[in-house]
């Protein structure tokens, strides 16, 4: 287990940094910037269906319930197909409207989650095409769906997921910029612009990852909390939720994931000088609206640990504590903004002394109801 784990102290640690290399795998041989290409097998020989679809739902659990809610943002905003982005639990007992012009897109990294393949089984019975994204080759879901795509991230060992939660996001905005393109909603120019900013993702990752070292002393000064509270808006909401899911899933710290805007209708209560609050305040996406959610934390004296882009000032002045990330399309911020978020997580996991590759209570996959 200790050659497995390549000098790091656990999977998770390996998995996270494993990251810029598994999304170039999964992009890799599919995206030809230069050629302005998509090639995905799972969609080219389907290209109809996809083309003529009246919306996409969307299926997943846990972290690949998150993935499908940035997938969400990606593929109404890019490439302006109406989703819906259902829990498989739910989904499956609801009694859904579903009809042979629907596509289901199920999430899952390891293909076995007993409700995510429940929902694609009721799914075809109405008549959907079922379209997959995993990461375990030959696992259920991906012999179950219509056709599919895999992530390459490689095997992911520790519980929390990490490096299947980046390459889905990945795999998922390959298929929207393919469909954007093809639905003639994008521009030769700006698909061209999103495939090249894409290839600077995994150089970009791995600059957030030098903020290692500044995280863990973060880490240290909150690893006490009882309670945190994660906000982010449009794009970054899915990864204020990943967020809080992560700290939850490791270090049994209660963490809840907000729009930063919803904040006043609920959180806002909780907020005082005991309350670690993170915000992503990058620059691209509402940048304002958020600077404003963090004057109402500091106003009443929350601790605010911002994830700003390199160079912020006006955010940096009010945060207790800032990591900064590098620019990127707005679309694309989430691969970037996860990351600091995980290797929080991580080390007050460590800190506090939890099993960080195998918590509580938890399995890697759910393959019972
Ligand atoms: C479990 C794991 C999570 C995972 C979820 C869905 O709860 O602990 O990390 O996100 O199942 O798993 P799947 O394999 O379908 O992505």
Redesign the pocket.
Known sequence: EEIEKGGYDHFMLKEIYEQPRAILDTYRGRLRASQGLIKMAGIDQNLEKFMNANRIIIV?????WHAGLVAEYIFEDLARIPVEVEYASEFRYRNPVITDKDILIA???????AD?LAAIKLAKEKGAFVFGVCNVVGSSIARETDAGAYTHAGPEIG???TK?FTTQITVLTLLALKLAKEKGVFSESRFHEFLTELETIPAKVEKVLESNALIEIIADVYKDSTNCLYLGRGYNFPVALEGALKLK?ISYIHAEGYPAAEMKHGPIALIDDQMPVFVIATKKGHYEKVVSNIQEIKSRKGKIIAIVTEGDTQVTELADHVVEVPETLESLSPLLNTIPLQLLSYHIAVMRGCNVDQPRN?????TVE
């Open positions: 997943a659990c846990g972290t690949s999430i899952s990294q390891s293909g076995e989650t995510t519980v929390a997921s299947a899933e938890l399995a890697k996959s759910v």
